[in-house]
């Protein structure tokens, strides 16, 4: 338990449908990240967030939309994804920006 | 070609076995992670370095700023230790956090 949580755990969607990824850090981080871990590829990251303020989107297609309501909390939108989507998201937290990050344990998502 | 190469790719050992991972990167950083992911896919983080040596455990992470070199040792392996093993680099100029692939180690009793 590393104190951060993300909901669901699983997902499975259609390529029209919309949804959200939730993930909630209990432990006063001020930066919080969202990770793509496709098969046989290295970890991407997707967005960061520093109190609450984006300061990295990596090239990350817009039917992806990053959420930041407030420190402990973060929510990526997804909708009209692709088949190569599917992959496994991780939401990270750390104390400060790129310090020890501290992870969640992901959402596998399927995309139909 | 990936700015953050790890070698080796696979490693099985024994038991008690000394374990060395490496890790080369092309860029300049401001620091470098270790970074843990089990089967299931949960991921730890290890170390974050930029000079020198760190120790916890059976665990130490070492790093050569001027080769740009860092390793992962494992003393007395485990079976516990079997997981996936990562690097990321941090880059000096920009915010731009850069994964190796990847050592998958399977550690046998």
């Known amino acids: 338990e590393t104190g951060v949580t993300q909901t669901p755990r699983h997902l499975v969607m259609g390529m029209t449908n919309k949804k959200s990824l939730k993930c909630e850090q209990h432990?006063?981080?001020?930066?919080m990240y969202w990770y793509k871990q496709s098969a046989k590829k290295p970890l991407e990251l997707m967005f960061v967030y520093s109190l609450e303020e984006r300061v990295e989107n990596n090239s990350v297609p817009s039917r992806f939309s990053p959420e930041c309501p407030n420190s402990s909390h973060l929510f990526l939108h997804l909708h009209t994804l692709q088949p190569e989507d599917s992959a496994l998201y991780l939401c990270?937290?750390?104390?400060?920006?790129?310090?020890?990050?501290?992870f969640g344990p992901g959402t596998r998502l399927t995309v139909t | 070609k990936n700015e953050v190469e790890q070698s080796p790719q696979n490693l099985t050992a024994q038991e008690g076995e000394f374990i060395t991972i490496n890790c080369s990167y092309s860029?300049?950083?401001?620091?470098l992670h270790w970074l843990q992911q089990h089967p299931g896919g949960g991921i730890v983080s290890l170390f974050m370095l930029s000079s020198g040596k760190k120790k916890h455990g059976r665990l130490i992470a070492t790093i050569n700023i001027q080769e740009k070199h860092s390793s992962l040792h494992i003393t007395a392996s485990h079976p516990r230790d079997s997981a996936v093993y990562i690097c990321a680099a941090l880059g000096s100029s920009n915010y731009k956090l850069t994964f190796g692939k990847g050592t998958l180690l399977t550690v046998n009793p």
């Open positions: 432990l006063g981080h001020n930066a």
């Open positions: 860029v300049g950083i401001s620091a």
């Open positions: 990270a937290s750390s104390q400060e920006l790129f310090y020890e990050q501290y």
